[in-house]
């Protein structure tokens, strides 16, 4: 069983350029979230995408953007970086949407670091 | 608003004494309580969950977590702490009537064990 991966690990990015972050589910799961973990706190949820829409959002702003792939993979786009927008960005699978119960399966993450 | 709330930034114990990992939270309704653990430069793991029944769920590594509903609260347990327990331990909560996977994270609690 092939667990959640992302890409890159490490970024680095100026303030005001765009940044794309890539992650493949875990195999059977069909449900994306991305989540965003600022130094010193707990993840906050960016949003979700089931079957390649997007299902939820956090209180993230329109620059954080995202795509869901017929493989179930995923992009984590952010336009216009700001130097808060530094921290680890999780991508979390799951294998329902609606799966309340099931935890989530999270990748070691993307530490971006904005200058 | 809705929120978790872990009160220790940290919590210092001896190899081979219990452990105890605090949270509380302010959630409408009967949500489900989780509790994640991450390594250093590491996404975060699933320990344990709380659906519903017996108010002592048992869970990965030996760790154990105690639901009280009066008190809001889902404390982290553990009988026997080993050296390797030492890491970084989250609290989430998943609201019942919210749509999606999105969960409510604490600040965390950096649990260090000594030899």
């Known amino acids: 069983e092939t667990g959640v991966t992302q890409s890159p690990t490490h970024l680095i990015k100026t303030r005001g350029q765009q940044v794309t972050l890539r992650c493949s589910s875990q195999?059977?799961?069909?449900?994306v979230s991305w989540y965003q973990q600022a130094l010193g706190q707990g993840p906050q949820f960016i949003f979700q995408y089931y079957r390649e829409e997007e299902n939820g959002r956090g209180n993230f702003p329109p620059r954080f953007s995202g795509l869901q792939f017929p493989n179930y993979s995923s992009e984590l786009n952010v336009n216009a970086l700001e130097l808060d927008d530094s921290a680890l960005y999780l991508c979390?699978?799951?294998?329902?949407?609606?799966?309340?119960?099931?935890?989530?399966?999270f990748g070691n993450g993307t530490r971006l670091t904005v200058t | 608003a809705q929120s978790v709330a872990q009160p220790e930034d940290q919590v210092n114990v001896a190899e081979g004494n219990p452990l105890t990992v605090k949270c509380t939270y302010s959630?409408?309704?009967?949500?489900?309580l989780f509790w994640y653990v991450q390594y250093p430069n590491r996404g975060l793991q699933f320990l344990l969950k709380?659906?519903?029944?017996?108010?002592l769920v048992k869970g990965s590594y030996g760790f154990e977590a105690e639901f009280n509903k009066s008190q809001t609260s889902f404390h982290l347990k553990k009988p026997s702490a080993l050296v390797s327990d030492s890491a970084l331990y989250f609290c989430a909560v998943r609201p019942r009537n919210q749509a999606g996977t999105a969960l409510i994270f604490g600040k965390g609690t950096t649990l260090s064990v000594s030899s």
């Open positions: 195999s059977g799961h069909n449900t």
């Open positions: 959630v409408s309704g009967n949500p489900y």
């Open positions: 979390a699978s799951s294998s329902d949407r609606s799966s309340y119960n099931s935890p989530l399966h």
């Open positions: 709380y659906i519903t029944g017996d108010n």
